[in-house]
């Protein structure tokens, strides 16, 4: 069954301090792996995309990398600001349907504390 | 470019009654999709639209209809409501599939309640 697990569930940091949110999945046939961002009431947004060759990917303090042989994934924040404050979603896309099949991790909650 | 829009941001019910969720973008994409959020629960896909005239269904349906009649609006159609679909309603867009890396944008959701 395709299943993608992200840990830990939450995880409360001090502003300014480094932390690595995780995600293994076993989503098979594999097209690209994504982490989103989302805001308490918002909508996720997109943060990178990854595919199997693709090692590592950044967008400013977050750094996302993939190791498909192990089916693992971690997003690194550095220098974590209040603003990190979020919730941190993995997505496995493979390959069928018409669209792709997306399977959703249940998230990281991620408290930034002063 | 204001994105991907949905309305209403918040809206109750009662068990029975039927309402429309309305989706809208300006982006020219021609895949649109539907999901839903529960507490503890990944987003799971209701249904979703590969180009106007052309919808398909998602991991969980039942209870939901959906039309594409133009590129820029998906709306979502809730026949008779249940307490089961109290939920956050995301309407998400993107250019390609995303088996092909294509990026997805989602609206700010709706926040459904039945009573």
């Known amino acids: 069954k395709n299943q993608v697990e992200q840990s830990p569930q939450s995880l409360i940091i001090l502003e300014g301090k480094n932390c690595t949110l995780q995600?293994?999945?076993?989503?098979?046939?594999?097209?690209?792996l994504r982490w989103y961002k989302q805001d308490t009431g918002r909508g996720p947004v997109s943060l990178t995309i990854?595919?199997?060759?693709?090692n590592t990917k950044s967008n400013g303090r977050y750094t996302a990398t993939l190791d498909a042989d192990t089916k693992q994934s971690s997003l690194h924040i550095t220098a974590s600001q209040l603003s990190d404050s979020a919730s941190y979603i993995c997505?496995?896309?493979?390959?069928?349907?018409?669209?792709?099949?997306?399977?959703f991790g249940k998230g990281t909650k991620l408290s930034v504390k002063p | 470019n204001a994105g991907v829009t949905q309305t209403p941001k918040f809206q109750v019910l009662k068990t029975g009654q039927s309402m429309t969720l309305q989706c809208a973008q300006d982006?020219?994409?021609?895949?649109m999709s539907w999901y839903r959020q529960d507490p503890g629960m990944g987003l799971r896909l209701i249904h979703y639209?590969?180009?106007?005239?052309?919808?398909d269904q998602g991991e969980v349906p039942n209870g939901y209809n959906v039309s594409r009649s133009t590129t820029e609006d998906f709306p979502l159609r809730l026949l008779s409501a249940a307490p089961s679909q109290t939920s956050v309603y995301f309407c998400?867009?993107?250019?390609?599939?995303?088996?092909?890396?294509?990026?997805?944008?989602f609206g700010p959701g709706t926040r459904l309640l039945v009573l």
């Open positions: 998400a867009s993107s250019f390609g599939q995303a088996a092909v890396r294509a990026a997805q944008y």
């Open positions: 995600c293994n999945y076993t989503v098979s046939p594999f097209s690209n």
């Open positions: 990854m595919t199997f060759s693709e």
């Open positions: 997505v496995v896309i493979g390959y069928g349907g018409s669209q792709g099949n997306l399977i």
């Open positions: 982006m020219n994409h021609e895949y």
């Open positions: 639209s590969v180009g106007a005239g052309i919808t």
